[in-house]
C-alpha cells in the first residue's frame, strides 16, 4: 500500500556533503513524524534524525550540528543533509514513515524504505 524509495546515496570523501532523498507513494492520507536511521557493517541500525509533521526535528548526538533533516509535504519527500561527513558515517541510510493511510484508521502505521549506501571513504 506505501513504499519508500531512497535515492542520493553514494561515495564521498571525509568532509564532504550528500544529501540522500526519500519519496513516500500509495494510498496515503496523511504523513505524520519522518525519519532517517542507519546501520553500518556489523552493527545494529541506529536513529539518526525525526521530523515531525510540524516541522519539529530531533537528531542523534553522533550528527548533531553536521545533519540536518527536513521534508517537503507536498512532494511526501523527505531529505538527510549530510555535511562534513566522517568515516564513521559509512552505513546504508534508510528513511521511514508514520502514514495515515486512505481509508484506514485514523491513526499512523511505520513504513521502512530498503536503504541507500553512504561511504566514506578516501
Known amino acids: 500500500q506505501v513504499q519508500l524509495v531512497e535515492s542520493g546515496g553514494g561515495l564521498v570523501q571525509p568532509g564532504g556533503s550528500l544529501r540522500p532523498s526519500c519519496a513516500a507513494s500509495?494510498?496515503?492520507?496523511?504523513?505524520?513524524?519522518m525519519g532517517w536511521s542507519r546501520q553500518a557493517p556489523g552493527k545494529g541500525r541506529e536513529l539518526v534524525a525525526v521530523?515531525?509533521?510540524?516541522?519539529?526535528?530531533n537528531y542523534a548526538d553522533s550528527v548533531k550540528g553536521r545533519f540536518t533533516i527536513s521534508r517537503e509535504n507536498a512532494k511526501k519527500t523527505v531529505y538527510l543533509q549530510m555535511n562534513s561527513l566522517k568515516p564513521e558515517d559509512t552505513a546504508v541510510y534508510y528513511c521511514?514513515?508514520?502514514?495515515?493511510?486512505?481509508?484506514?484508521?485514523?491513526?499512523?502505521?511505520?513504513?521502512w524504505g530498503k536503504g541507500t549506501l553512504v561511504t566514506v571513504s578516501s
Open positions: 521511514n514513515a508514520d502514514v495515515v493511510l486512505l481509508g484506514g484508521p485514523r491513526y499512523g502505521m511505520d513504513y
Open positions: 521530523i515531525t509533521s510540524g516541522g519539529s526535528t
Open positions: 500509495g494510498t496515503i492520507f496523511s504523513i505524520n513524524d
